[in-house]
């Protein structure tokens, strides 16, 4: 009792806090529009760098107030760790991984602080939910006691629709206690409104064998014999493989099957889905192949450049990128230009070499004991720590005409890269993110001929 009546306490405080802060008045200190394919109109898909507390009320600063039919979750569990990015660069043709850390999950005044972060989210959040929107928490064994008190008290018990078991096989085994298999999402929705377009799922047949009930369609692969079934709560997915083409090296990825079935439940094809933590971005990839607008926030510049790569990958759709965090200062590249020659009345081909890239060391946030092999890569090889490339026109609606980023095989980038432009577009930038989520931006200068 004496921990519900705390947990009440602490939403009344952060009924407070939330109401201060939205009559806050933020503006983000830079924004620009990634054009890559198509535009979408009123609402552009959104990435903010930033925390998520400046996102939401920019958002609703900006119309977006019950506007969002699905918001998905998954914040650190507050498990009092630090999380990182594995990285595998292909330094002179020898492999190296190392990891670089991409966030914190330590509180340093304890769990009352944890739940006091996620209370004030939540509630600002509740404010985009539209009335068919729905809400998944993803949480653990942790804290999914206390925050599913927590949402009562915000969203109401009576809109609570499921507890969702994700459980999953990887992960160490223990002789002391059962070993811990399941992570919880909790599902909540604004009102009875809400969108659910039930999926379905395999139900082997005892034995795997066929039934032959009347009027029931029976399937069968190498297991055996099935049906198909609605959803059930509890949900066997495997999570991202060593192996995986979705594997993006961020410590606590989510697998997109897991999204999918989220995605595809509670959104419908005009639907905005959100994700206010999105690390690697899970969330958005498979929003976006799945054709919903996305807004994607996260305060870590390693999960927003993970982002932007995954969303290259996929070849998306133009997007915005708004920031409240400022990108770090301590990259630089250098290139040559090796010819700029026209290829008819209004565009030139462009053709530059990629020559070096550096790096301040003394303000990369790494762990020390990599800091004489990145040294010793920056010496030799420099161009092996480039991730991601992308040629743009223009500074605040920047036009993407050319990008190229590592793939798993190679782990390289071509160093040589070449492009066409129309001759009026005098604001050419090469833009550079590193492996470790650092950016730069070098202006292309053509000599007059
Ligand atoms: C568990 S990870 C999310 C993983 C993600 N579901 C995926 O599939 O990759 C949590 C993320 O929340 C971000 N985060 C933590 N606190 C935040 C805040 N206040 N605002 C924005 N992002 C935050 C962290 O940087 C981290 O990337």
Known sequence: MEIILELAEIVKKCELVSRNILMRKNTPHSEEKIQRNECLGKFDNLLYYGDNIDAIL????????????????????????????????????????????????????????????ITVRLLL??????????????????TVHYIKVIMDYIFGSESFLNEVVWSYKSGGSSKKQYSKKHDTILVYTKTKKYIFNPQKEKSY?????????????????????????????????????????????????????????????????????????????????????????????????????????????????????????????????????????????????IRIALEEYNLDLDNLHINKKYIDTISEILENDSLSLIDYIYISIGQNNPLVVYEDYRDDKSLRIKEEVNFIVDKLNTDIRLNIIDVFGNISIKKIELMTK
């Open 58 to 117: 920019d958002l609703l600063n900006n119309g977006y107030n019950e506007k969002i039919d699905l918001i998905y979750i998954d914040p650190p569990f507050h498990t009092n760790a630090n999380y990182s990015k594995r990285v595998v660069i292909n330094y002179l043709g020898k492999k190296k991984a190392l990891k670089y850390k991409a966030y914190t999950d330590i509180f340093k005044n304890g769990f009352k602080e944890y739940l006091e972060m």
């Open 205 to 349: 047949n005892r034995g795997y064998k066929p039934y032959k009930f009347k009027g029931v369609k029976e399937y069968q692969d190498t297991l055996g014999w099935y049906t198909l079934v609605n959803l059930k709560d509890v949900w066997q997915i495997d999570m991202v493989g060593r192996t995986s083409s979705e594997r993006m090296g961020y410590e606590t990825q989510k697998p997109e099957a897991l999204l999918e079935r989220i995605i595809l439940t509670s959104s419908d094809n005009d639907s905005i889905v959100a994700d206010f933590f999105s690390g690697s971005g899970t969330t958005i990839a498979v929003a976006e192949k799945n054709n919903r607008r996305w807004i994607g926030v996260d305060s870590a510049s390693t999960s927003i450049s993970t982002i932007r790569k995954r969303l290259a990958i996929i070849d998306s759709k133009d997007y915005r990128i708004i920031k409240f965090n400022r990108d770090s200062d301590i990259a630089s590249i250098k290139y040559e230009l090796i010819s700029y020659d026209t290829v008819d009345k209004s565009t030139y081909r």
């Open 125 to 142: 959040m509740k404010e985009l939910l539209s009335d068919r929107g729905s809400i998944y928490v993803h949480v653990d064994y942790r």
